[in-house]
């Protein structure tokens, strides 16, 4: 189950976790069309996929998609996090307090939410996997992405809490630190014109590897936090992000 699988990176994932032999569960919030093919390309693919439509930061419309989802797939084994909000490149001085809240209320509340409504589920089915999308900022904070690191900051201690109290369950949590992908927030950010030829300049001399990231590179980090060859994985990170800051 894939929250924010209408996004720019989300949609990647979606189609990579399908081309890995993976059903989908594909969460969207506005653009059902973005949701919709990324199901077809699972079908296609002669995978089973469903679209549920859900505010994350409305409990019962969460409540519904799992649900409906248990009912579309029979189970639900994997919930991959990747909602949020656009994030307006401001520094932390300059961050509206509304943006702040709203960037917790989907990021963190919101993962919060799925994931205490999903381990019930999970223990009757005996174990499922949770993998977080988070910021390659956790590991060299990058100016004026706070509404980005900061508020995906308590997903990454609840990823380990959930690792250290389910574990006994056959439940694993872990996470995908995310680095600079050519698709969704890098694009709009651009058109946007926050992102501009020095910021392109000045991140690139931060990456090992010169270039941006595919969302296909974070799917497959993903599917392998949640597939069998990961089963002895639990409460770890992995940076996907050219070697960001190193």
């Known amino acids: 189950m894939l929250f924010g699988g209408s996004g720019g990176i989300g949609s990647g994932v979606g ?5 890995s032999g993976s059903d989908v569960a594909v969460v969207y919030r506005t653009r059902p069309e973005a949701a919709t093919a990324v199901a077809d390309h ?36 994997s919930l991959v996090w990747g909602a949020g909000p656009l994030v307006n490149q401001r520094y932390l001085a300059e961050t509206p307090l509304e943006e702040w809240r709203h960037a917790l209320d989907v990021e963190a509340t919101g993962f919060f939410t799925a994931a205490t409504m999903l381990i019930p589920h999970m223990r009757e089915q005996g174990g499922g996997s949770f993998v977080h999308l988070g910021s390659a900022g956790h590991d060299w904070w990058p100016a004026r992405d706070g509404l980005s690191v900061a508020a995906k900051a308590p997903n990454e201690a609840l990823v ?15 996470s995908v630190l995310v680095g600079v992908i050519d698709a969704g927030q890098l694009h709009r950010l651009t058109e946007l014109g926050q992102l501009d030829a020095t910021w ?5 001399k931060l990456l090992a590897i010169k270039r941006w990231g595919t969302p296909a590179e974070i799917g497959h980090a993903a599917a392998y936090f949640c597939s069998n060859e990961a ?8 940076s996907v992000s050219g070697g960001f800051g190193v």
Not at 15 to 19: I, P
Not at 56 to 74: F, L, M, Y
Not at 231 to 238: D, E, K, S
Request: proline residues 1%; hydrophobic residues 35%.
């Open 200 to 204: 392109v300049e000045e991140t690139h």
């Open 160 to 174: 380990k809490g959930i690792a250290k109290e389910e574990g006994k369950n056959g439940i694993r949590a872990n």
């Open 42 to 77: 699972a079908r296609g693919l002669g995978r089973k996929a469903s679209t549920h439509c859900a505010d994350v930061t409305r409990p019962d419309q969460v409540s519904a998609a799992i649900k409906a989802a248990i009912a579309e797939h029979g189970r639900v084994h």
């Open 231 to 238: 089963a002895y994985v639990t409460g770890q990170t992995i």
């Open 15 to 19: 189609r990579t976790f399908a081309e």
